[in-house]
């Protein structure tokens, strides 16, 4: 039988992945990961790599951050193609992500290509802890409690878009590009926010880099935040019962 094995890797803490996803990672042939441009380190092999044999190998597929779909989808069923192929060589073979397959994962667009191309393939998936519950355990705040409502968006996209999302929502979580946060700030007080909701805003989360900082709204208005990077998280909770 043919198998692929997608593994999420958690967040970054070699230690927070699960036990399945260890045994897939010390057992496979082929390891397949994703990184943004040629030769640039993975950050889901580098979390990982204590925990494999020497004899496996490692492949590097690159997704690039842009935004042109055509291009994207070249690249996309290149990636595929390649993986199916290793696949029918009858290795054991592991495509590894940061954090879970199903939540804004290069695995997503992967998936579709080989089941639409390669159904003689069959699929795991082994799901991750995301960065959203490892900040939640860092920052020890609660995310949504009773009756509350929580939206998850991509904070470096549509500004409108996720205007509309918060104006109902009790907690938002703010994922990717933390050079947007600021604009985020910006317009939580036009959505109903007060000025002691609580925020939470973090980086390299689990990691040894991790940047953690939890402030109240008021405190953050008209202030440049100091996270920066892609992998950035910013979580808001509009009445904090804590």
């Not at 950050?43 to 590097?60: P, Q, R």
């Not at 951050?65 to 592991?94: C, G, P």
């Not at 929580?150 to 590009?177: E, G, M, Q, R």
Request: one cysteine or more.
């Amino acid at each position: 039988m043919l198998k692929l094995f997608c593994v999420g890797c958690g967040p970054g803490d070699p230690e927070l992945i699960t036990i399945r996803a260890l045994n897939l990672i010390k057992e496979a042939d082929v390891i397949f990961v994703p990184t943004s441009k040629l030769n640039k380190p993975s950050i889901a092999l580098s979390i990982v790599e204590k925990y494999l044999k020497e004899s496996t190998e490692i492949i590097n597929l690159v997704f690039p951050m842009i935004k042109d779909k055509d291009s994207l989808k070249e690249y996309w069923k290149k990636n595929a193609s390649e993986i199916a192929q290793m696949v029918r060589s009858r290795k054991k073979t592991v495509y590894l992500t940061v954090g879970d397959p199903s939540l804004y994962s290069t695995w997503i667009y992967i998936h579709k290509e080989l089941k639409k191309n390669y159904q003689d393939i069959e699929i795991e998936i082994v799901p991750g802890i995301t960065s959203i519950f490892a900040f939640a355990a860092e920052a020890k705040i609660s995310l949504v409690e009773g009756n509350e409502n929580l939206s998850i968006v991509p904070a470096c996209y549509d500004l409108n878009k996720v205007k509309n999302t918060v104006k109902f929502s009790d907690t938002i979580v703010f994922l990717k590009d933390g050079r947007y946060f600021d604009n985020v700030i910006k317009m939580l007080s036009d959505t109903g926010f007060g000025d002691d909701s609580k925020i939470a805003i973090a980086q390299d989360v689990s990691t040894q880099e991790n940047i953690l900082e939890i402030k109240s709204l008021k405190d953050l208005k008209g202030k440049k935040q100091s996270s920066s990077k892609y992998f950035s998280i910013m979580v808001v909770k509009r009445n904090d019962r804590e």
